[in-house]
């Protein structure tokens, strides 16, 4: 099942769409137990695995992918697979309209100051992981090394996928919560979750935090994210795009 990098609209790949068929009932069921979920919170999510758990023991159908369960990512990919980039093969780009252009290895990522946060992974259509441990490196730190020209407004993010892409403005990616994040949930950023490198933007929604993390252009004109092209929200605050959560701080 192939998504957004971390929430959009469900896209079956063609090796997707052959399996088990299954009825029409058990189908609306299913998508109903997981919007229940979402309406009334992690408890009811809890249940309503439970309740699911022996349908999707096995499951060849993928059809567990759309129910949101508690306390657990959905793993999503654009381009229909998990891309990779080995440790010593991984490089971060920090360039554009910045004085001092930066190549980065994981070794240099990780020989830089590190913050820790504790947030939650909010995604646009309704699941979320509460309280996930993160760490990394202040996406403000590594623009302040590069030396951002006074010409330039946003930041234009890439993934090693070849196909993903963000954006944020310079304000933006200069608060404190927005991270180039090495690890996650007690260690480093697995391949299934964007490793080994990606980005973590707290008070937005999860497609903006990209997986795969390759490059950040600094640039001077805002240049849409693969989603945003396709009309999600460019500032997307949680609480904003769909009217139930809180407010960002």
Known sequence: MAVSNAGGPYQLRPEDRGGTPIGRRVVLGMLGLGALGIAFGDKAQARIERLLRPLTQNDPTGLTSFVPTAGRFRIYSVVGHLPKRSDGEYRLTVDGLVDRPLELSLDDLRSRPQTDLVRDFQCVVGWR???????GIKVSKLLDEAGVQPSATHLRIASFDGVYTESLTIDQARRDDVLVALEMQGGPV????????RLYVAPMYGYKSLKWMERIEVVNELDPG???ERGYDVDAWIGKSNGRDDEPV
Do not use: K, S
């Open 129 to 135: 992981v509460a309280d996930v441990p993160w760490r």
């Open 190 to 197: 697995t391949r299934e979750h964007g490793g080994p490198v």
């Open 226 to 228: 693969y989603w945003e």
